[in-house]
Each structure stands twice: as structure tokens, then as C-alpha cells.
């Protein structure tokens, strides 16, 4: 099993929908959770933290289930700009530090 | 701009050459994370530093890579005797571990392609 899963997709959605994407882990001990956004042949750019009570910023929630290790995403209202893949990044502990473990990545492609 | 930076954005190499790459982080994070990307994949960790130390490089693909921050301050990446499956996008992240520990900042990439 992978240390990090997420489904590749793409999920195609309309514009003003509200879509939700999953990434599960393999550790209980992983620490800090983000998702982060890279469009095409760009960097990851840092979208949000994940805490434990769950967050928002905006029209983007995060939550974490620790006791079925995954963390989610939901956009509400769908822009076009949001068409991106979408990361998911967790902590594993690795021999006293912690090694950041990406997802593969969810596209996702919002069209009018 | 001050955010992390990256040079060159693009190398073509032969196999079996030796290539470095540069990385100059946001000037306050002491924390500088290497990544590999291949298309399709998320960012491979390779390793990191925090200020000088290398606290981390059993992820370094192999004893052709190599990274050294001699100051605490701007990175390097090396490859020696690169082959074609090198050819991928090298990105350097920053942090700040004195708050918000594992937030990463990344840099443009370096697009290599080795023919």
C-alpha cells in the first residue's frame, strides 16, 4: 500500500458545483496534513493546512478523520480557475524527523 | 520578489555528465527540502536541511546525488554520470520551522532532460 493515496482522476465538473476529493494514509503516527494546488508545469503552490477541527478559507474546507487516516477537500462553488491538480501532503515520522509525503494528485477541471 | 529561486529553470545534459542546480530559499526559513517530480507524480522527496545539517538523504535516488547548503543559506543539488532516467523536474522547497513547521514554499523547478 502506498504511503500516500489519492485518485488521479480527472473529476470534470461545472462550473458552481461543489466537488470533494479524499487522500488516505498509511501511517498513524503521520503529523501535519496540507493540500496544496499546481497547475500544469508550475510549482505546488501551499493551498491550506489541515487541522484536526477541521478548516476553512473561503469557499475551500479541509478536515481530517484521524481514526480512518484521510484528509479531505471540498470547493464549493466551482470557479474555472479552480482547474488544477490539487496534492495532498502528510508528515511520516522517519528516524526523528518527519519526511513530507505527497499524494500523486487529483485533477480537476471545471468547464463552464 | 522573495520568494525561493531556482537556477537554471531548464538544463539539457548528455548522458553521463555531471549537472548541479541552485536553489536560494526565502531568506528567513531555515529549512530547504529537494524534490524530484516526474509527470503524472507528486513531488518525490529526496532530502532536506535545516540551516547547515542535512538531516535527511536516505531518499537521494542513489550515490550519484548529492546536496550540500555549506552556510545555512543557498542549496545545491549534484548528479553525477547522468542517465535518461534522470530526466524529470528537480523543486526546492523552504520553511520556517519556528512556526507552522512543515508549511513549504516552493521554487520554480529545474527541468531537467537528459539525451
Not at chain 1, 42 to 51: R, T
Not at chain 2, 29 to 46: A, D, K, M, S, V
Not at chain 2, 67 to 84: C, D, M, N, V, Y
Request: aromatic fraction near 12%; charge should be positive.
Amino acid at each position: 500500500r502506498k504511503e500516500v493515496e489519492q485518485d488521479p482522476g480527472p473529476f470534470n465538473v461545472p462550473e458552481g458545483a461543489t466537488v470533494a476529493f479524499n487522500c488516505t494514509y498509511s501511517n498513524s503516527a503521520s503529523q501535519s496534513f496540507f493540500w496544496y494546488r499546481q497547475d500544469c508545469r508550475k510549482e505546488p503552490k501551499l493551498l491550506m493546512s489541515v487541522y484536526s477541527s477541521g478548516n476553512e478559507d473561503g469557499r475551500f474546507t479541509a478536515q481530517l478523520n484521524r481514526a480512518s487516516q484521510y484528509i479531505s477537500l471540498l470547493i464549493r462553488d466551482s470557479k474555472l480557475s479552480d482547474s488544477a491538480t490539487y496534492l495532498c501532503v502528510v508528515n511520516n515520522p522517519s528516524g526523528g524527523s518527519y519526511i513530507p509525503t505527497f499524494g500523486r494528485g487529483t485533477s480537476l477541471i471545471v468547464h463552464p | 520578489d522573495t520568494g525561493v529561486s531556482q537556477n537554471p529553470r531548464h538544463k539539457i545534459t548528455k548522458r553521463g555528465q555531471n549537472v548541479t542546480f541552485r536553489c536560494d530559499p526565502i531568506s528567513e526559513h531555515n529549512r530547504l527540502y529537494w524534490y524530484r517530480q516526474t509527470l503524472g507524480q507528486g513531488p518525490e522527496f529526496l532530502t532536506y536541511f535545516q540551516n547547515e545539517a542535512q538531516l535527511e538523504k536516505s531518499r537521494l535516488l542513489s550515490d550519484r546525488f548529492s546536496a550540500e547548503r555549506p552556510k545555512g543559506s543557498f542549496s545545491t543539488l549534484e548528479i553525477q554520470r547522468t542517465e535518461q532516467g534522470d530526466s524529470a523536474m528537480y523543486l526546492c522547497a523552504s520553511s520556517n520551522s519556528q512556526g507552522g513547521p512543515y508549511e513549504q514554499y516552493f521554487g520554480p523547478g529545474t527541468r531537467l532532460t537528459v539525451t
